[in-house]
């Protein structure tokens, strides 16, 4: 069974940090780009960054404005995608989705195969 579990969410005063973990298991994700979205409420869910197989390749949205960073951890059994969040807004509340896609462009696209449950992030003012 695949899954895309999240952890790290909660809950920040502006201008605090967050490191959001993603854990893919149940299959092999090699060569898989990895990636995290957000969806805040009344809104279109949307990329806020993605990451190639290797870690070479980085994406980002615009929102972003180098506040965020994706890295990655391939393992044989294992694989892990992280998004450290510095310098947090009340803009940035949303709820957090991991996904994996083993396309980059489909998955800046949010065409992905695998999704996570999500986890929240709130940031208060």
């Known amino acids: 069974q695949v899954q895309l579990v999240e952890s790290g969410g909660g809950l920040v005063q502006a201008g605090g940090s967050l490191r959001l973990s993603c854990a893919a298991s149940?299959?092999?994700?090699?060569?898989?780009?990895m990636g995290w979205f957000r969806q805040a409420p009344g809104k279109e869910r949307e990329l806020v960054a993605a990451i190639s197989w290797t870690g070479a390749d980085t994406f980002y949205g615009k929102f972003v404005k180098g506040r965020f960073t994706i890295s990655r951890d391939n393992d044989n059994d294992a694989y892990y995608v992280y998004l450290q969040m510095n310098s947090l807004e009340p803009d940035d509340t949303a709820v957090y989705y991991c996904?994996?896609?083993?396309?980059?462009?489909?998955?800046?696209?949010?065409?992905?195969?695998?999704w996570g449950q999500g986890t929240q992030v709130s940031v208060s003012s």
């Open positions: 996904a994996a896609e083993n396309s980059l462009p489909r998955l800046r696209n949010g065409r992905c195969d695998y």
């Open positions: 149940g299959r092999t994700f090699s060569a898989y780009a």
